[in-house]
């Protein structure tokens, strides 16, 4: 019996089989992609060098010149020291800053007297960046309380090196007493072994002790030396500088930092260096108040504000559990009317320190009344 065609079974056919040319169509179009977008940043890069001009014709290294100027300006206001890194340059000066013979910022004349000094320890905060020597708390400090007070602060410091500064200076000079004072920053600082091209001790973590690393420190890197495989290619792009800039990223893309230790781990380490702190209270008889400042970007992001806090709160914990008095700076800060008037960009104005000081009076008359005599 005859079937019709149309009714009649067929085998499967075959799939057509993939041409060469369909399979070697994708690199192509990923290599057309990649094309486009370099020629596209290519045209925004000479676009913004047209717009600014000079740069049309100048292809600096963005990352290196910062380095370089860091470098330069720093060399003339610090000296290489084994054990802290760096230490303020006797006789410098510029204006508005004096560091004395003693390699100390200058606090004005001392009281009549001459009784015994305190001692004030810290970063930026402490040397008092951004304002004169009289307008710094240390300075301030000085009038209120009558007594000489040694501005030991340096910019920059991670807490590490501020209780290694303490250390250091404390037999020296036999304070009355000793300000270690602090920004939530200076924490994570105990996190790296090099911060802005500059090298610095650090400590690791041996139980519940600091064990101290890196000493002594090597002394500063040549920038050309320092800069990443990114940072030697698109350090020349003024596009990823501007765009950088825009975004707020510079800190660590111009910034040679070098990590010895995860993040977090600095607030281990900060609480046991203030085990070193209560040694040091001890051995010399001498008050130790260990005080909390604050930068200004808390007063503007809640949520930063949050995390500020509790990495001081806990450190502050810390050092009362080994004995010594502390101060949280924040309750008087945020009691005045507003307190980002309270700086002049980044760190206090006249005011602000003022405000610093009298806390820190109050808190040492509170000290001083409970310590035995010497």
């Not at 369909?22 to 486009?36: D, F, K, N, Q």
């Not at 200076?169 to 072994?193: C, G, H, K, N, Q």
Request: charged share 20%; proline share 9%; net charge neutral.
């Amino acid at each position: 019996m005859n079937t019709p065609d149309a009714q009649r079974p067929h085998p499967p056919q075959p799939a057509p089989p993939t041409t060469p040319r369909a399979r070697s169509s994708l690199p192509g179009r990923i290599t057309m992609v990649l094309v486009a977008v370099l020629v596209g940043f290519g045209l925004l890069e000479l676009g913004l060098r047209a717009w600014y001009w000079d740069y049309l014709f100048s292809w600096p290294n963005f990352v290196l010149d910062a380095r370089t100027v860091l470098a330069g300006r720093d060399s003339n206001r610090y000296v290489q020291d084994d054990r802290l890194g760096y230490l303020p340059r006797v006789g410098y000066a510029a204006p508005g800053i004096t560091i004395e013979a003693s390699g100390l910022r200058s606090t004005g004349a001392p009281p009549a007297g001459s009784p015994a000094p305190i001692l004030a320890v810290g970063d930026s905060f402490t040397f008092g960046d951004e304002v004169s020597d009289g307008e710094t708390w240390p300075a301030q400090l000085q009038r209120l309380t009558g007594r000489p007070v040694l501005n030991a602060g340096v910019s920059g410091y991670g807490f590490d090196q501020i209780v290694l500064r303490a250390e250091a200076l404390v037999p020296f000079y036999r304070p009355e007493a000793v300000v270690v004072a602090f920004i939530a920053d200076d924490i994570r600082r105990t996190e790296m072994r090099r911060l802005w091209s500059a090298d610095k001790p650090y400590f690791d973590l041996d139980g519940s002790s600091a064990a101290l690393r890196n000493v002594p420190v090597p002394p500063r890197a040549d920038p050309r030396t320092t800069l990443t495989f990114w940072q030697g290619t698109l350090g020349y792009s003024l596009l990823f500088d501007f765009v950088l800039r825009r975004l707020d990223l510079l800190h660590d893309w111009f910034g040679d930092h070098i990590r010895v230790h995860p993040a977090g781990t600095g607030e281990r380490i900060a609480c046991a260096l203030t085990q070193r702190l209560a040694e040091l209270q001890k051995t010399n008889s001498t008050p130790v108040l260990l005080v909390a400042e604050y930068d200004p970007v808390v007063w503007d992001d809640p949520a930063f504000a949050t995390e500020q806090r509790r990495l001081t709160s806990g450190l502050l914990a810390c050092a009362r559990k080994n004995g010594l008095a502390t101060l949280d700076s924040y309750d008087a800060m945020a009691a005045t009317p507003n307190p980002r008037q309270l700086y002049v960009l980044w760190h206090m104005n006249e005011a602000g320190n003022t405000l610093i000081a009298q806390a820190i009076r109050n808190a040492l008359d509170k000290v001083s009344s409970h310590m035995p005599p010497r």
